[in-house]
């Protein structure tokens, strides 16, 4: 087909209806519009650079937006002086909101040099309609705004964009619709997240998420397993299974499958050398998935449990379904089942009406589990939660005077959680050159602490024994061992 001289409202004619063919043929569409773009600006490449903020679920849609741009024959870079900048963003907190205007406007600066750049928006904070409302009332210069649902229409809206001189916005309120088989681009050739679910539905009442993230939707198994062999042939030897809370996996799909069936699947693929997933919820992880865990030999040795608080009355209030002692229990058995196993968290201090009792629960908590390590918030009141309504917010001193404490009991376990396999030798895949010192590679060992250690930039991408000579604290020094 010719795209050069074709309208938008022609290639919306043209255009399948069904997806993914859809977005492959506004990808050749924008190719060509593109094409015509680089002769009027007497440019040979025109260059994209996406800023991805938040969990490691907007860091997998950044790969498949990537995968996307490259499609439409853009090339990445690392600057922010790019023809096409795109920020897919996080709103769990409301200081991520803040960083994102901030940059906003020094984008704008870079637009005045060069008006034919494009400026996107997308993810979770777009969902938002405050947010959208204000973008289009004091930063119009930017191009084309969508949301967490709709990131497989990247190709359709820029052609859009391209041919029409407004602001272009999609936002959907929720889907059911999961589109496969769009290029991805990934970060690194050996490692890769894969989506399993998408959504949440547990409205915890401090969480943002799941009103703009959707409800749970789960991919079949089969597409799940189809992609990940596709991605051992492809060479990637660790894979890192993602939903907002793995452990319902599957449980609305017509033929229902439990998570730990899943990972049974998975850990079969050949090629397949490292299971992760992440995150799971302490209310439902199941007996049925620390018994597969414990019978895998690709699934690592390390489950991200969030804790939040660890007073009851708190975790009420917060509606997580588990009491403190509960919790406790849990970790009791998933260490009865692998002593070895490695225990993260996330912890939000200042909840409305935490009192003093209640934090200290929390510590003692955190000093009863001993995390390997844990990620500490203060509490962000987020509008449209039930927490944002609730009386008794706590005065930023004690919160600050709280967040410390719990800072220094977190990092003192953590430095000492990390030790504990020193002077033993441990499989390690080798991610990266380590940028800090001449001849150091950094890699992960199965629970997920770095090593840097000697060794060639060949080893890249393998899994290899390394001997750790030291641990300093959050990360080991080691020796490469044949
Ligand atoms: N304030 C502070 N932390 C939050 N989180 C989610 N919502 C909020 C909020 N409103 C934290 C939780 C969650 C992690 C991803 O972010 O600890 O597990
Ligand atoms: Fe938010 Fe709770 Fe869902 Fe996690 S489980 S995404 S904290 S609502």
Avoid at 13 to 24: D, F, G, L, V
Avoid at 88 to 112: P, S
Avoid at 198 to 219: A, L, T
Avoid at 422 to 439: F, Y
Wanted: aromatic share 8%; proline share 3%; charged share 30%.
């Amino acid at each position: 087909m010719d795209y050069t001289n074709m309208t938008y409202d022609e290639a919306c004619h043209y255009a399948p209806m069904e997806e993914p063919a859809r977005q492959y043929f506004f990808m050749e569409y924008c190719k060509a519009l593109l094409d015509k773009l680089k002769k009027a600006v007497g440019k040979d490449t025109l260059t994209f650079h996406i800023a991805t903020f938040g969990c490691q679920m907007n860091s997998r849609d950044s790969e498949k937006l990537q995968g996307i741009l490259e499609s439409i024959g853009y090339v990445e870079t690392d600057s922010e002086e790019a023809d096409f900048v795109l920020y897919n963003t996080c709103t769990v907190r409301e200081n991520a909101n803040q960083r994102v205007y901030g940059r906003l406007g020094q984008l704008n600066n870079l637009k005045r040099k060069n008006p034919h750049m494009m400026i996107s928006l997308c993810g979770c904070m777009m969902q938002e309609e405050e947010v959208v409302a204000k973008i289009r009332k004091s930063y119009r210069f930017v191009d084309i705004i969508f949301g967490t649902h709709n990131i497989f229409k990247l190709a359709e809206l820029m052609a859009e964009r391209l041919e029409r001189d407004k602001m272009v916005v999609d936002i959907w309120e929720g889907t059911d619709t999961i589109v496969e088989d769009l290029p991805t681009d990934r970060k690194y050739p050996f490692k890769s997240g894969v989506n399993i679910m998408f959504g949440c539905n547990n409205f915890c009442s401090y969480c943002i998420v799941p009103y703009v993230r959707g409800r749970e939707r789960s991919r079949s198994p089969k597409d799940i397993v189809a992609e990940i062999k596709k991605l051992a042939d492809d060479g990637v030897v660790e894979i890192m299974l993602l939903g907002q809370n793995v452990n319902s996996y599957g449980k609305n799909l017509e033929e229902p499958v439990s998570f730990a069936q899943l990972l049974t699947q998975v850990d079969q693929i050949e090629g397949l050398e490292r299971v992760r997933f992440m995150t799971s919820h302490p209310k439902d992880l199941s007996d049925e998935l620390i018994e597969a865990m414990k019978h895998s030999s690709k699934v690592c040795r390390h489950i991200h449990l969030p804790l939040q608080s660890g007073s009851s009355n708190v975790l009420k209030a917060m509606n997580r379904s588990y009491t403190k002692e509960q919790y406790l229990e849990l970790v009791d058995k998933i260490r009865a089942a692998m002593p070895d196993i490695s225990l993260t968290t996330d912890i939000i201090v200042g909840f409305p009406g935490e009192t003093e009792e209640d934090f200290l629960e929390t510590l003692e908590v955190v000093k009863k589990v001993r995390f390997d390590s844990a990620f500490t918030f203060i509490y962000s009141k987020r509008t449209g939660t039930p927490a944002a309504k609730m009386e008794c917010q706590i005065s930023d001193e004690a919160v600050k005077n709280r967040f410390d404490r719990l800072l220094t009991e977190v990092q003192k376990i953590s430095s000492e959680m990390c030790g504990r396999d020193e002077h033993t030798v441990q499989k390690v895949l080798v991610e990266e050159i380590n940028d800090h010192a001449e001849g150091l590679l950094t890699g992960r060992l199965g629970n997920n602490t770095t090593v840097h250690f000697k060794g060639d930039s060949s080893l890249i991408g393998k899994i290899v024994n390394v001997y750790l000579d030291e641990s300093k604290g959050f990360y080991y020094m080691g020796t490469l061992r044949p």
